[in-house]
T-cell receptor, first 108, second 112 residues
Framework: KNEVEQSPQNLTAQEGEFITINCSYS?????LHWLQQHPGGGIVSLFM???GKKKHGRLIATINIQEKHSSLHITASHPRDSAVYICAVSGGYQKVTFGTGTKLQVIP | DGGITQSPKYLFRKEGQNVTLSCEQN?????MYWYRQDPGQGLRLIYYSQIVNDFQKGDIAEGYSVSREKKESFPLTVTSAQKNPTAFYLC???????????FGPGTRLTVL
């Protein structure tokens, strides 16, 4: 079993829909990261959080430490949101474990 | 503009040849990392460096080597000992190991 599990693996949505991507982890962590990878391959860090909730524009990330679970929400989705979203957790010293990603396609 | 650059974006090499991938950052970050990404798998850590002239093996260091002679630069050499070198390679940096990592655009290496 992977230390970081994401669901769904693939997601297709209509423009304007509310989207949720889930991440579960099985290890103790100091922080959880949400990353976005566009088709060209470059990765952008969206959020780093250790508790509660963070919001940036149409993106919201939440984490429940007790349940070892995080969600990334996208409100009013747009085709430009199409990308792979990666959950990663920082655990022990210098250790970051990455999920395999959720591929999102938003159709106009 | 501050950021991380990797060059080249695409690289082709013949089997048995060593190849060096470049990673430069002007963010004044102490920590730098090299990851490998394969289809269907999460990023895997190859090597990391917390400070100049120091680096540590990650989870999949066999067949790779690095140097950290300058704070700004962390080149990765893929040697002929790496059995399956074709992959997408990403470099990242952070202020220190506890902080958010910033990623470069990546280099796609194909060994023919």
């Amino acid at each position: 079993k992977n230390e970081v599990e994401q669901s769904p693996q693939n997601l297709t949505a209509q423009e304007g829909e509310f989207i949720t991507i889930n991440c579960s982890y099985s290890v103790g962590i100091s922080a959880l990261h949400w990353l976005q990878q566009h088709p060209g391959g470059g990765i952008v860090s969206l959020f780093m959080l250790s508790s509660g909730k963070k919001k940036h524009g149409r993106l919201i990330a939440t984490i429940n430490i007790q349940e070892k679970h995080s969600s990334l929400h996208i409100t009013a989705s747009h085709p430009r949101d199409s990308a792979v979203y990666i959950c990663a957790v920082s655990g022990g010293y210098q250790k970051v474990t990455f999920g395999t990603g959720t591929k999102l396609q938003v159709i106009p | 503009d501050g950021g991380i650059t990797q060059s080249p974006k695409y690289l082709f090499r013949k089997e048995g040849q060593n190849v060096t991938l470049s990673c430069e950052q002007n963010l004044n970050h102490d920590a730098m990392y090299w990851y490998r990404q394969d289809p269907g798998q999460g990023l895997r850590l190859i090597y990391y460096s917390q400070i100049v002239n120091d680096f540590q093996k990650g989870d999949i260091a066999e067949g790779y080597s690095v140097s950290r002679e300058k704070k700004e630069s962390f080149p990765l050499t893929v040697t002929s000992a790496q059995k399956n070198p074709t992959a997408f390679y990403l470099c990242a940096s952070s202020i220190d190991w506890r902080d958010e990592q910033f990623f470069g655009p990546g280099t796609r290496l194909t060994v023919l």
